[in-house]
């Protein structure tokens, strides 16, 4: 905008900046030490961060060093997750010994000239593939338990329906019957093998 003088012509004056939207070049150590405030503060609260995200975003975050308590409302979010993430993390190890034993077993083919080194290396063989069939399965009944997880039903026994108990789970999270359950169970197993 312009400012009339005199004469009746508009004459340009240049406006000052306000004091304050005065910007001042800031130097570059300045610069530096802001942005390496800025990291050292979101990698201190960058957890605090994650979970306030995770929050704003409707998913559950476990806190450090959780564990399951009877105290709380049970199968709630918290302890949902902590078992998920249990399962996940039983099945990867079971996967990941599985695949060290195939490359063990694929590297040692040495033919032995002993029959006794032979049929020890054979029981061993057999042994370990006996023990890696019954990993299998238990890989089977966590993706069961797993599926449970998502359906709702998982933390409730199969034949009353009744909670299995939050300290039961965390000793074997793939229990499908309370404890009161299974020992009726294993009574008639027992029963039934000695007729």
């Known amino acids: 905008m312009g400012k009339m003088d005199r004469q009746g012509s508009i004459k340009k004056v240049a406006r000052k900046p306000a004091k304050d939207t005065v910007q001042i070049e800031p130097s570059r150590a300045g610069k530096k030490a802001r942005a390496a405030a800025a990291v ?99 890989i089977n009944k966590i993706d069961a338990a797993l599926a449970r997880i998502e359906d709702g039903s998982y933390g409730y026994c199969e034949e009353t329906g009744e909670p299995i108990g939050v300290k039961r789970l965390d000793a074997r999270p793939i229990a499908t019957l309370s404890l009161e359950a299974q020992e009726r169970h294993e009574r008639r197993e027992k029963v039934f093998r000695e007729d």
């Open 40 to 138: 050292k503060a979101a990698t201190k609260t960058g957890e605090a961060m994650s979970q306030r995200n995770a929050k704003q975003q409707g998913v559950t975050v476990l806190p450090d060093g959780y564990k399951p308590s009877d105290s709380e409302p049970f199968m709630n979010e918290r302890q949902k997750l902590y078992f998920r993430n249990k399962l996940v993390a039983w099945k990867e190890e079971i996967i990941r010994q599985n695949r060290e034993t195939l490359t063990v077993l694929h590297e040692d083919n040495a033919q032995h000239a002993d029959l006794a080194d032979r049929a020890t290396s054979e029981t061993d063989r057999a042994l370990e593939l006996r023990a890696r069939d019954r990993q299998r399965k238990l």
